[in-house]
Structure formats: structure tokens, C-alpha cells
């Protein structure tokens, strides 16, 4: 896996070898996660490959490097359960947009050719590929050897007995080079070199390319993607086991030494493997000691036996890793996240199509821009109504009351403010939040409602949504309330002027409604022929009734059309 990486990376197979011993003995030795598995991953070999081609492999060390420290940094300063706050939706989506270019170019190695070049590019040549592969019977062998490892990929866990706990990609690659070695059969096969000689340890020069933007936005980048994959791996893996749970800080600072000294070598980038920490997990491990031997295995086998991995068929590591693209892409997931939320789905699918479109970074932050403008969207979720009948209008409210469901807020109140009705209730009881542009425009409205004559306006709404408790005036007497009231405006302070709080309400039945709701009569004056202590008992804080003209009720099932008594 680690030479297949690095050969789609487009670096060389020792480059592969070195960050998966590295991962081992390095991220492996280090406090973090117990059984999580480090080494050159899948999800970042078509992003290596972009900055091979545009920087060359030298610059290569400098950017891991840079991307170490700051993973390193991330970690010290504790946020590394910050990437737990990502959306499902955008990070299936980041998956799926690895996977499918993963794919595609490595269906060009799989027939012992070459890719293009980009994701759309690698798409729209495809059809080229398959008819020169036909034409060509040593590419129609490689394809078929790809296509094998393919299919062996999949069916493998299914054989009985113990075989199937042989990795499917060790069998693929022992029968490869079986099948290579046939008479006639000429296929191409890796070229593995020295390990020491592969090290390319950045120089001056190469640090002097820290002034242009383009090296530091990949530093951003690698950091940003290679953190997400190996803490969404961590949460993963810990859901495999009962054992110990990954310390996601810890974790973050071993993968950033990683990187670091991946970086100071010249090596490919490293991040938490999901195939490999499964396998190793399901192998039975327990310790971070079987996450050290997966680097002490690795570096044996490349030091004692390097003239093996010269006989592997390249169309064999490419079909292992049109594997791992498909199973990155995960297609089951997009019908299963269009059944359980729509919403998510669009964010998802977005993601996926805009990483194709653009690169890694730009399409992960277009899908973030669009999860957070959807989670805007559900947050500020508002059913508003309004409700005319008789000589009285009433708007209900709902939801979390933002800026952005305003207009649906200005059109009830100005539906309810044309009807010409002598009683107005704005009802938000169901209102679990309400913002300041919401809030303006309700006072608004009623101050406006309150100066027209003959018009009288209630507003109910939760304590919750009144003004702070430390903002509110004392409880005024019962004599100097029912003198404002008869004299100018009582009631031109604040809507939290003048309430009962939930506790006053238990104490006393006359101070309204109980203890999660208030009651603010903005407007006492009675109606015309009516007697003038209706104005007085609201002004003194009575409800439901109290003060009212015989045969009177404002909250009558009829009149509103709910029960409240």
C-alpha cells in the first residue's frame, strides 16, 4: 500500500516505504491512539500529485514539513477535537471527491499507461484508454492483472476459513508476480532503489520558496486535510474496539513529529490509515506496540528483501488502489444520505463535484461554506402565520426568529396592521430565539399599532426572550402603575417594562399566565363604551380576564381559535 501510494503520487516507491516506517516507529512509539495505524494514505496521494507536478518533488519536503509543524501546533494549543465540529455530510464529501479522481487516473497505471492529467481531463480521455488497451494485448494482460486485483479486493473477505484474514492486496500481489513471471507476458513492474539514496533533505534553496503564496496555501492545505483524515480515522477506529479512546490532541501532536520528520527527509506526507488500522485492529491487537512492529515489518522487508518489490506488477498496485478510490467514493452513501436528509445530500454531492471541478482545498471549503449557510438556514427555520376574523387579528410565531426569515416576519405584520382591527395579538410563545432585527421590527410595529387610536396590541412571549433580569425595572406599586396608567403612556419603556417574572407568577395567580411565559398589554386602552378600570387592571399586571367588561374575553376559543383561559 505504501509503494502504490507513492507510485500514484507520483514519487518514487522509496518515498512510500520511508513515511510508512516512519508512521510505525515515529507516530506508532507516540502517546495518541492506541491501535490507529500511520503511513501515506490514499486520500492524499491525488493532492501530492498535484503539487509534485506544480512545485516539483523537492519542494515536496518543505511543504510536509511545514505542514508537520503546524499539525504540531494545532495539538499544543488544543484543537484537535476542533475537527470533530466538521459536518458528516462535507467530509463524505471531501471522501467521495478523493475517491472518484482516485479512480479514474488509476485506471490509466491499471492498463500500463499514463494519466493525462487532471480529474476531468482523466474523465474525458477514458474512453480513449479503453479502446487503445483493447488494441494493445501486453496493456489488455495489465488491465486484466488490475481488474483481477480488482475483483480479488472485494470477494476476498468472503472466502471461509483463515485465508481471509491474509490481506486481499498480499494475495493480489503474490499471484501479479506469478502471472508477470509467465513466458510472453510483459508487463511493467516497479523500480525500487536505494532507501538512503531516495532521501532528499530540503535545502536553502528549497526553504527560499517559503516567500511564494502558493507554497504556503499547500502547507494549509496538507495540514488541514491530512489532521481531518487522521482524527476522523481516530473516531473510526475508536468505534472498532472497547479499548482505550484516542487522545485527539496527543494524536494530532505524533502526526504533526511524523510529518515533521517525513519533511526533513523529503518524504510523501502521512496520515491515520482506515484499511490498515481496521486490519490491525481485527488482527487483535491491543497495544501501540503493534502499531511500532507495522514500521519494524516494513523496514526488514525493504532492507532484506528489495529485489522482491522489483517484480510487482504496477497495474496490481493500481488496481489496489482503484479499491481504496471506490471505497473512499462509498456510492452507498449518497442514496442513504438523500433518504435520511435532503439538505445534506445537496451539501455532500456539492463537495464532491466542486472538489473534481477545482482541488482538494477549494472544494472542502466550498462544501463548508455551504453546510454552514444550510445550518444558517435550519437554525432560523420560523413558521409565521397570521390569523384575521371578527374585529381582531392575531400573528403566531415560531422557531428561531433571525434576520433572514424577516421578510416572512414584515408580511404577517403588515397583513395583520392592514386588516383595520380594533384588537392585535402578536403571539410568540414558540419563538425559541429571537435576534435583534427581528426584535426592532416587532417593537416597531407596536409602538406604531399603540398610537393609532382605538387600536388595542398584546404580545406574549417566553421569559427567555425578555430583556436581561439585571436590565429590568423594579416592580412598581399597584398605585403608581394605575396612576400611569390613566396619565400619558404608561408603558413607553422597554416590552420587558412592567412584567411578572416566571417565580412572581407562581406566587401571585393575578400576575399572569405562569411561570415560562409574560404578558405585555401595551395598549390598556379600553374599548369604546366600556368602563375605564378595564385600563386600570392591566395597567396593575391582571390577566386572563381580570377587570374585563362583562362578557368580554379576548382569549375566547372562538375569537383566537385556541384555548386559553
Given amino acids: 500500500m505504501c509503494i502504490g501510494v507513492a507510485v500514484a503520487s507520483g514519487a518514487p516507491a522509496e518515498l512510500g516505504i520511508i513515511t510508512g516506517v516512519i508512521g510505525g516507529l515515529v507516530v506508532g512509539m507516540t502517546p495518541g491512539s492506541t491501535l490507529q495505524v500511520s503511513g501515506p494514505a490514499a486520500g492524499l496521494a491525488a493532492l501530492v500529485a498535484e503539487t509534485v507536478e506544480a512545485q516539483g518533488i523537492a519542494m515536496l519536503g518543505v511543504i510536509v514539513l511545514g505542514a508537520g509543524i503546524l499539525q504540531i501546533a494545532l495539538g499544543l494549543i488544543r484543537l484537535g477535537r476542533m475537527f470533530q465540529a466538521t459536518s458528516v455530510a462535507v467530509v463524505q464529501g471531501m471522501l467521495a471527491g478523493i475517491g472518484l479522481p482516485l479512480m479514474v487516473s488509476q485506471s490509466y497505471p491499471l492498463a500500463d499507461n499514463k494519466a493525462p492529467g487532471t480529474p476531468i481531463e482523466n474523465m474525458l480521455a477514458f474512453p480513449g484508454l479503453v479502446a487503445d488497451t483493447l488494441a494493445n494485448p501486453q496493456a489488455a494482460i495489465a488491465a486484466g492483472l488490475g481488474i483481477a486485483t480488482v475483483v480479488l479486493s472485494f470477494v476476498w473477505k468472503k472466502v471461509p476459513g483463515p485465508l481471509n484474514k491474509i490481506p486481499a492486496a498480499l494475495v493480489a500481489v503474490g499471484l501479479g508476480i506469478g502471472i508477470a513471471a509467465l513466458p510472453g507476458v510483459e508487463v511493467k513492474t516497479l523500480q525500487v532503489g536505494n532507501l538512503l539514496a531516495a ?54 501532536i505524533a502526526q504533526g513529529a511524523g510529518n515533521t520528520i517525513c519533511g526533513m527527509l523529503g518524504s510523501l506526507p502521512m496520515t491515520a490509515v482506515v484499511a490498515r488500522s481496521s486490519a490491525n485492529v481485527q488482527s487483535g491487537a491491543k497495544t501501540r506496540l503493534s502499531r511500532t512492529l507495522h514500521g519494524l515489518w516494513l523496514l526488514a522487508f525493504a532492507l532484506l528483501l528489495p529485489s522482491v518489490l522489483a517484480l510487482i506488477p504496477i497495474s496490481v498496485l493500481a488496481g489496489v488502489l482503484v479499491h481504496s478510490g471506490w471505497k473512499l467514493l462509498a456510492p452507498e452513501q449518497f442514496p442513504k444520505m438523500w433518504h435520511q436528509d435532503r439538505g445534506e445530500f445537496f451539501v455532500m454531492t456539492l463537495t464532491t463535484l466542486a472538489i473534481v471541478a477545482t482541488a482538494l482545498l477549494e472544494g472542502v471549503l466550498i462544501g463548508l461554506a455551504a453546510g454552514i449557510v444550510l445550518a444558517a438556514l435550519r437554525m432560523s427555520q420560523t413558521s409565521v402565520e397570521h390569523i384575521i376574523e371578527g374585529d381582531s387579528a392575531k400573528v403566531v410565531m415560531k422557531g428561531n426568529a433571525t434576520f433572514l426569515r424577516l421578510p416572512k416576519l414584515i408580511d404577517a405584520l403588515e397583513a395583520v396592521g392592514a386588516s383595520e382591527k380594533e384588537r392585535i395579538r402578536l403571539d410568540l410563545m414558540g419563538v425559541t430565539h429571537l435576534d435583534h432585527a427581528c426584535r426592532n421590527q416587532v417593537e416597531e410595529f ?69 411561570p415560562t411565559a409574560e404578558w405585555y398589554y401595551l395598549d390598556p386602552r379600553p374599548v369604546d363604551g366600556h368602563h375605564d378600570g378595564y385600563g386600570d387592571s392591566y395597567a396593575n ?5 381580570t377587570g374585563y367588561p362583562e362578557g368580554v374575553d379576548l382569549f375566547d376559543d372562538h375569537r383566537w381559535g385556541e384555548t386559553r383561559r
Fill in 199 to 252: 532521501i532528499r533533505v530540503p535545502g536553502p534553496e528549497q526553504f527560499a520558496g517559503l516567500a511564494d503564496p502558493a507554497i504556503l496555501t499547500a502547507i494549509v492545505t496538507f495540514t488541514v486535510i491530512a489532521s481531518a483524515e487522521s482524527l476522523f480515522t481516530a473516531a473510526a477506529v475508536d468505534r472498532m474496539h472497547d479499548g482505550k479512546r484516542t487522545q485527539y490532541n496527543s494524536e494530532l
Fill in 446 to 514: 407596536v409602538a406604531q399599532k399603540r398610537a393609532t387610536p382605538g387600536v388595542r396590541v398584546e404580545l406574549l412571549m417566553p421569559n427567555e426572550l425578555t430583556a436581561p433580569k439585571a436590565a429590568k425595572e423594579p416592580a412598581r406599586q399597584p398605585e403608581a402603575a394605575a396612576t400611569g396608567a390613566r396619565s400619558g403612556d404608561p408603558f413607553a419603556g422597554p416590552l420587558s417594562s412592567g412584567t411578572s417574572s416566571g417565580t412572581e407568577a407562581m406566587a401571585d395567580p393575578s400576575a399572569g399566565p405562569g
Fill in 541 to 545: 399586571g391582571h390577566s386572563y380576564g
